[in-house]
Nanobody, 124 residues
Framework: QVQLVESGGGLVQAGGSLRLSCAASGRTFITYTMAWFRQAPEKEREFVAAITRSGDYTNYKDSVKGRFTISRDNARNTVYLQMNSLKPEDTAVYYC?????????????????WGQGTQVTVSS
């Protein structure tokens, strides 16, 4: 089992940047595929990005490609989401998620473990 704690959210102007972090407990972090999801008010939670155990492969939601970068540091049990050129439509609570399977996935039901979320607000 793994516990996830997100940090790094905040208020930023459009065009700005934020870096989210997700710290995982335990010594088995490297065995988990990791992902970021987000949920805007009155909308369903949606996939943003995912990364394999080794970090060699990633997958992104089309609307964030070229602006967001997911990465991980297995020595620090941490996954990151670097967000650049932020837009008001990126405003949401961002969640970190983990799954035991080595295969990248984009659906919420594919992930077993979730953090509590961190708020990102982008002003126009």
């Amino acid at each position: 089992q793994v516990q996830l704690v997100e940090s790094g959210g905040g208020l930023v102007q459009a065009g700005g940047s934020l870096r989210l972090s997700c710290a995982a407990s335990g010594r088995t972090f490297i065995t988990y595929t990791m992902a970021w999801f987000r949920q805007a008010p009155e909308k369903e939670r949606e996939f943003v990005a995912a990364i394999t155990r080794s970090g060699d492969y990633t997958n992104y939601k089309d609307s964030v490609k070229g602006r967001f970068t997911i990465s991980r540091d297995n020595a620090r049990n941490t996954v990151y989401l670097q967000m650049n050129s932020l837009k008001p439509e990126d405003t949401a609570v961002y969640y970190c998620a983990a799954r035991s399977s080595p295969v990248l996935a984009t659906t919420t039901k594919s992930y077993n473990y979730w953090g509590q979320g961190t708020q990102v607000t982008v002003s126009s």
